[in-house]
């Protein structure tokens, strides 16, 4: 259900998958946590397109020419928008969630748990920013909820993540 703030949102997304040139060559764990948050975002997300019918979506994300490719189509397959984000906006906090993710797991080795409880909720706060941010980016082109928001930035970090 749509808070105050967040519009109605009609459709959803079937299915996401991530440009396999635009992706580095990752650990096993590494790939692991991409697969899980697709299907976690597949499995929960209000997605949609204003002008097209809600429906089911096929979401394919990619980085070219310093540009966050959004490739949406219909559940058949068939084209309906390709809406490309600068990444000049997206970069600093994403620079930053990479730096606080550092801290994050070398304070998990050595750290009390306090210490880690209060990096980790830095790295929520960033992680939350960075989601807003997106929400931002896409308004009027692709309308989507915080908590889908929060997932695809999930991704556009996994697509940045060069090991």
Same mark, same amino acid.
């Not at 999930?154 to 090991?163: E, F, I, N, R």
């Given at each position: 259900?749509?808070?105050?703030? *967040?519009? *109605? ?6 299915? !996401?998958?991530l ?9 096993? %764990? !590494?790939?692991?946590e ?7 975002? !597949? *499995?929960?997300?209000r997605?949609?397109?204003?002008d097209?019918p809600a ?16 490739? !949406? ?7 309906l928008?390709?809406h490309?984000?600068?990444l ?7 620079? %930053?969630?990479?730096?606080? $993710?550092?801290?994050?797991y ?13 990096? %980790? ?5 960033v992680?939350?920013d960075g ?14 909820d915080? *908590? ?8 556009? $970090? ?6």
């Open positions: 259900m749509a808070n105050a703030s *967040e519009p *109605e949102i009609a459709g959803k997304l079937v299915a !996401v998958d440009d396999g040139a635009t992706l580095g060559r990752v650990s096993a %764990d !590494v790939d692991h991409r697969k899980i948050a697709i299907y976690d975002l !597949v *499995e929960d997300n997605f949609t397109l204003p097209y429906g089911g979506y096929r979401l394919h994300l990619a980085i070219r020419e310093n540009r966050l490719v959004f490739d !949406v189509r219909d559940e058949n397959d068939a084209p928008i390709l490309a984000l600068s000049t906006p997206l970069r600093k906090i994403v620079r %930053d969630y990479f730096l606080i $993710c550092d801290s994050y070398a304070a998990i080795r050595t750290a009390t748990p306090s210490q880690i409880e209060t990096i %980790d909720m830095g790295r929520r706060g992680h939350d989601s807003r941010l997106l929400m931002q980016r896409l308004a009027g082109k692709i309308l989507v915080f *908590e889908t928001a929060r997932r695809l930035f999930t991704l556009v $970090c996994a697509l940045h993540w060069k090991g």
